[in-house]
């Protein structure tokens, strides 16, 4: 039993993010390459757009914070240990990380309602929509049950995740950081790995084509193409 | 008849075969290494030695010198690699282990193997040998606690002095009582009552030299607390397990309430943010607004 559980950890921790990121790369590449129109949200605001704004605001403000709050605890964990020095700034971290983890929690199950409940909109929905639904329902749910049930993960993330993370960059994979830790936590890792798998596949994509030449391309010239005197 | 064979296509798979072979080469050298090549004795400091002496007196375990004679060879292996699965099956001999250990079960070891347990013993019964054993035990101060050394200790655990050698400070995933608003963290055990759980000053001391569990160890190992900081800290625990108060077991409760009020407020920002947000094309020009004048 213990030897499968090892077994169990080595295919989950050690070798799923690997499988995971070699496809993520591969056929993000590959789609770019030969379908590249197809990187696209597939908005379907045109569709149904009394009900989208309290599904795409809460959710793509909540999901950034959050996500941007993984990438600070990856990239500079002593410093924000430092910054959890004290209780109360580790309280309103906490709060605040949990506030968005919360808007995307409602964000979701409002699309997830919204894409069901009106026939033009249920239409477009592909089966992989559906499979992206439940891996980021799973990711959603846990990560906020891990907030709220295993605090304060902010700082745990830092001592425990990141180092795991590194190892896992530096390919020198190190899983007895992860190893021990409860269902919950180990679930959002693991679902972690599927989601960045699954990307490629999904409508996901269009988080890498949002237009970010916009922050350094040179300033166009805009010009107009009436007479002075009539514009207003 | 056949088709004529596509030559564009045999650059495309080759391209797609290169691919492959870099990713499965990439999986490869990523495969998790095991810690073959780690010394016994080493193994034995970093997993055995804050619950365990040789020769010391007992910790949190028992003193470990000539436990060869005191059970066979096999058995004692077998312990070590399932402490909790020998418990569960009811062997007296491990059922008496837990009793004298006063409940505290021995966390499963991380990497051990049938093989490594073999060459621990072997370095047990030979250290047992020794007049005095290089895992005698740390030998800590044991002058009586000052008012300063809990002040300390409560500063240590909260994180408000940062842990000289880098590890996280306790509250990251441990509370205690009397935190007071949100508590500490949730992902361990709460440490109120955890000096009288394993046995006392010594062997709560010891532990924390190298804490064995495996949350714990990969986090501490290159960042061992320094003898004065766990004085400090079983300071204040000794002193959490006088408190009085009410437990912080509403504590998650009230840390989700807050986020749920917090987020209905961002929603209402969000609201007056975006209240000339676009709405609608069509219901607008059917209800004869003045749109689409111009071109």
């Known amino acids: 039993m213990a030897s499968a559980q090892s077994y169990l950890d080595q295919l989950f921790f050690g070798v799923l993010p690997y499988l995971a990121l070699i496809i993520f790369f591969l056929v993000t590449i590959q789609r770019y390459r030969s379908q590249a129109f197809t990187y696209s949200s597939l908005s379907s605001q045109f569709l149904e757009n009394q009900r989208h704004f309290w599904g795409l605001v809460p959710l793509h403000y909540g999901i950034l914070v959050v996500v941007m709050g993984h990438v600070v605890a990856f990239m500079f964990p002593r410093q924000l240990l ?23 929690l409602l964000g979701l199950l409002s699309t997830l309602v919204r894409r069901f409940a009106f026939s033009k909109v249920r239409t477009v929905t592909s089966l992989a929509d559906i499979l992206l639904y439940v891996l980021l329902l799973v990711q959603v749910i846990s990560g906020v049950y891990v907030a709220v049930m295993h605090s304060w993960g902010s700082s745990w993330f830092a001592a425990s995740a990141s180092p795991y993370l590194w190892s896992i960059i530096t390919l020198d994979p190190d899983i007895s950081y992860v190893i021990a830790m409860p269902f919950a936590v180990k679930l959002h890792i ?34 107009w193409n009436k007479a002075p005197g009539l514009r207003r | 008849m056949r088709e004529p064979l596509s030559v564009a296509k045999v650059p495309r798979r080759s391209y797609w075969m290169k691919w492959c072979a870099a990713g499965f080469m990439i999986l490869f050298l990523a495969m998790p290494r095991g810690a073959a090549g780690q010394e016994t004795a080493a193994f034995y400091k970093q ?33 070590m690699l399932n402490p909790q699965a020998m418990i569960d099956r009811g062997d007296p001999y491990a059922k008496q282990i837990l009793e004298e250990s006063r409940g505290v079960v021995m966390s499963q070891v991380a990497g051990l193997t049938r093989e490594r347990a073999n060459a621990l013993l072997d370095l047990i019964e030979a250290e047992s040998a020794l007049e005095k054993s290089q895992f005698e035990g740390v030998k800590f101060s044991d002058r009586p606690f000052t008012s300063q050394d809990v002040e300390r200790g409560e500063r240590l655990f909260k994180g408000v002095e940062s842990l000289k050698n880098g590890g996280p400070s306790c509250i990251s995933c441990h509370t205690v009582r009397g935190l007071g608003l949100l508590g500490g963290g949730r992902l361990g055990v709460d ?14 001391s010891a532990w924390l030299v190298s804490p064995a569990t495996t949350t714990m160890q990969p986090v501490f190992k290159e960042n061992a607390m ?3 900081e766990i004085l400090s800290l079983v300071a204040f625990f000794e002193d959490a397990a006088k408190q009085v108060g009410d437990d912080d077991s509403v504590a998650p409760l ?11 407020l961002v929603l209402g920002a969000f609201d007056i943010i975006w209240k000339n947000r676009f709405r609608a094309v069509r219901r607008p020009l059917v209800a004869g607004g003045q749109m689409g004048t111009r071109v």
């Open chain 1, 82 to 104: 430092a910054w959890n020095g004290h209780p109360i700034r580790l309280y309103i971290l906490e709060i605040s990380a949990l506030i968005f983890g919360l808007l995307t």
């Open chain 1, 190 to 223: 693991v679902n972690a790995c599927l989601v960045i798998g699954f990307f490629p596949f999904t409508r996901l994509v269009h988080i890498l084509v949002i237009p970010n030449p916009y922050l350094w391309r040179r300033p166009q010239v805009v010009r």
């Open chain 2, 47 to 79: 997993n055995c030695y804050s619950c365990h002496t040789i020769g010391g007196g007992r910790l949190v375990g028992p003193d470990l010198k000539n436990v060869t004679t005191r059970q066979d060879r096999d058995w004692l292996a077998r312990f």
């Open chain 2, 191 to 204: 440490l109120t009552k955890v000096s009288e759980r394993v046995g006392g000053r010594k062997p709560l």
């Open chain 2, 226 to 228: 320094e003898a004065e």
């Open chain 2, 254 to 264: 009230t840390f989700f309430l807050m986020g749920l009020g917090g987020m209905v």
